[in-house]
């Protein structure tokens, strides 16, 4: 399936999910409270977004100096984690509950490090071209492995 259909079908299915969302919370809370638990979300969102951008700007001009650019202040992963909390931010903004779940998410940090876990060096939990999985299971039959005594190993003895 081409690139562009897949957007347009999650696009959809996203849509979807929104409005089921948004007419669960208007049953539970009638329509005028869905509507303010919406704006107070993207409020939220708008106030947390500022902060992020405060606190990115007051990083950067700290790494932006000599001593810092040696310690290696702004690591890669420090750079993800305030990306990772603004897109939160941003799907805070934007109206709907099923974004603003997942942006609530991205704003906590054990989240966060789990995303830029599954992220790291663009694996996207695949091995780089060229290179095999390990594997999670290694199976062997009873000849092919030893027992070993905690005083180190024995070379070339088997199990019995």
Do not use: H, Y
């Amino acid at each position: 399936m081409p690139l562009p259909v897949k957007f347009m079908l999650f696009f959809g299915l996203w849509l979807v999910a929104e409005f089921v969302a948004f007419a669960l919370i208007a049953d539970r809370l009638g329509f005028s409270g869905a509507v303010m638990l919406c704006l107070m979300t993207s409020l939220a969102g708008a106030a947390m977004l500022r902060r992020l951008g405060l606190n990115a700007a007051v990083r950067l001009r700290r790494a932006l100096s000599k001593r810092a650019r040696e310690q290696g202040v702004l690591s890669r992963e420090a750079m993800l984690d305030g990306t990772l909390a603004g897109l939160g931010s941003i799907l805070l903004i934007l109206p709907g509950f099923v974004s603003d779940f997942a942006g609530l998410a991205l704003a906590a940090p054990s989240i966060r490090i789990w995303v830029m876990e599954r992220l790291q060096l663009g694996k996207l939990g695949r091995p780089p071209v060229g290179q095999r999985a390990a594997p999670k299971v290694i199976e062997l039959a009873p000849q092919e492995w030893a027992r070993v005594d905690d005083g180190g190993p024995r070379a070339g003895r088997t199990a019995p």
